[in-house]
């Protein structure tokens, strides 16, 4: 069956953030915005340019005490992120590690990042980019979508959820894992609570969820998490869409003919075949493309030695089935899966895959191009022998991914040469956001950007 779109059904299937006051925003007025390109973009887009409804009610709230109110708590969910008062070091923010100037993905070359009550505990996956989770579904077994040929019953498998292994759907639960996680902020609702008590924008947190939600620690965390999850939502930051690519597809720029080339390369099913994972073109409904299909998949990537949980060779992070989630456990077909990160601002980034391992676009290109034709330049050599996808036992070696560019084996040529390389690293170059078409030439003002609507994350970000 197909559900209408804008269905709740739908836009629950389809979001992985419906939690927040956003979404009962959105549900309440906005459905009318769903229709035009961009689903959950365009549905927060609504917005900003709001829809009428047929009495202007919802619960009780006119629809502009409902904008109201998530504009509030976007503005404090924001002054949350950057806090490192919640955290029980009084050193770490959500901000510490999603670093704004890095497209909220890590702002060194560190493989994971430190955190905990000393800040000296390691973590062991790589921070991922906050962007573009708007359009993350909630997790599914089975991943049914109309853009397959426009056939809903190919089923796609594991897919959606958010963190590598999409063990959480929404902004605000995912926010409760870092808040107590010991190696990360290592805090408690209690402290969060008394935080958010002495923070400066106490009363306004008041305001917005209720003169005693601080008498209550569990209330006072729970706001909290919905502030955050609500903030993360915010469309200028989080998902402009003002990449080159995105300019190019709109037709106001042309790529140069090394971008043109690698786009040729990353869509090519014999070549890189990137595209068929990370998706490149504008959905059916003429949404951008994500750059991912949110599916889980094993691709293995070598055992990153460096961590200190691998110093326990019985260690292995399975991704879907464990050790983080734990829904799926015992299920071996999950076994080193991780959700297919997207590519939007990926080279703002430097460190790479779910264990950070690499640090360079080159490398991880080149791991694509010779996992299987030259697979000793990736994996340990034991006595002669390579040691082939070291970091999956070899009971689950069936869930690798074996579609090109890993489709090949010692001897054969690597589906890319180093200039193919370059020029798909050009290309993922041009998903930057933040290009400006008519760059301004000296002493001419600049057109006013979509991200001009919100506060800058600068001023906040002085960490
Ligand atoms: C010590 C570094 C660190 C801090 C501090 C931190 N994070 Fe993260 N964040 C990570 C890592 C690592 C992951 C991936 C976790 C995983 O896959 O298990 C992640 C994942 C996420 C994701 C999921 C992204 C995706 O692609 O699905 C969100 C959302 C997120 N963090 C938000 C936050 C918020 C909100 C805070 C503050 C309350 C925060 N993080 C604090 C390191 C950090
Ligand atoms: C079969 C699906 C699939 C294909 C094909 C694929 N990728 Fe990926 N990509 C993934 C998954 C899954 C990950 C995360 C793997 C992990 O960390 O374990 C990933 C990770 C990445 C990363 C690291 C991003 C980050 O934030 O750490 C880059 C860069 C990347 N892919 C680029 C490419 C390019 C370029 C191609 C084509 C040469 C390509 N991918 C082909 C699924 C795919």
């Not at 993922?428 to 078409?437: A, F, I, M, S, V």
Request: charged share 25%; net charge negative; glycine share 8%.
């Amino acid at each position: 069956m197909k559900l209408p779109r804008c269905s709740p059904a739908w836009l629950s299937r389809r979001l992985a953030w419906p939690a927040g006051a956003l979404a009962a925003a959105l549900l309440c007025f906005g459905l009318a915005a769903c229709d035009a390109p961009g689903s959950a973009m365009s549905a927060a887009d609504g917005l900003s340019v709001p829809t009428s409804s047929k009495d202007g009610q919802a619960g009780g709230q006119t629809r502009a005490q409902v904008y109201e109110a998530v504009r509030q708590k976007t503005a404090l969910g924001k002054q949350l992120f950057f806090d490192p008062s919640l955290s029980g070091s009084g050193k770490q923010a959500c901000a510490t590690c999603h670093s704004p100037a890095h497209a909220f993905g890590p702002p060194n070359a560190l493989d994971v990042q430190l955190g905990g009550a000393d800040m000296r505990q390691p973590g062991f996956r790589a921070v991922p980019t906050l962007k573009y989770l708007q359009s993350v579904p909630a997790f599914t077994e089975h991943f049914h979508d109309s853009d397959d040929e426009g056939d809903e019953s190919i089923d796609n498998g594991p897919t959606g959820g958010l963190t590598w292994d999409g063990r959480v759907d929404t902004g605000a639960e995912q926010a409760r894992i870092p808040l107590l996680s010991p190696f990360e902020m290592h805090s408690s609702p209690a402290h969060v609570a008394s935080a958010v008590r002495a923070a400066p924008y106490a009363d306004a947190f008041r305001a917005a969820f209720g003169a005693h939600v601080l008498d209550d620690d569990r209330a006072a965390f729970d706001a909290v998490l919905e502030a955050i999850g609500i903030f993360e939502q915010t469309p200028g930051t989080f998902y402009p869409y003002t990449s080159k690519y995105d300019a190019y597809l709109a037709g106001r720029t042309t790529l140069t003919p090394a971008e043109q080339r690698g786009l040729q390369l990353f869509d090519d099913e014999r070549k890189g075949n990137c595209a068929s994972c990370h998706l490149s073109k504008p959905a059916r409904d003429g949404s951008p493309p994500q750059f991912s299909d949110f599916g889980l998949i094993a691709v293995g990537v070598p055992r990153n030695r460096a961590l200190k949980v691998n110093q326990d060779p019985r260690f292995f992070d399975l991704g879907a089935c464990g050790p983080e989630r734990t829904d799926l456990k015992g299920r071996d077909e999950y076994c080193g899966l991780f959700r297919t990160p997207t590519l939007r601002n990926v080279a703002l980034r430097k460190t790479f895959f779910h264990n950070g391992i690499y640090h360079s676009l080159e490398e991880v290109m080149r791991f694509y191009a010779e996992r299987d034709t030259n697979p000793e330049k990736f994996y340990p050599v034991v006595k002669g022998k390579v040691r082939k996808f070291d970091d999956l036992p070899e009971r689950y070696w069936a869930n690798l991914n074996t579609d090109p560019p890993f489709d090949r084996k010692p001897g054969d040529k690597p589906a890319l040469n180093e200039t193919e390389i370059k020029d798909i690293i050009a290309f993922l170059n041009t998903l930057t956001d933040g290009y400006e078409p008519d760059a301004p030439v000296a002493g001419h003002e600049a057109a006013p950007r979509s991200s001009d609507r919100e506060p800058a994350l600068t001023s906040a970000g002085s960490l």
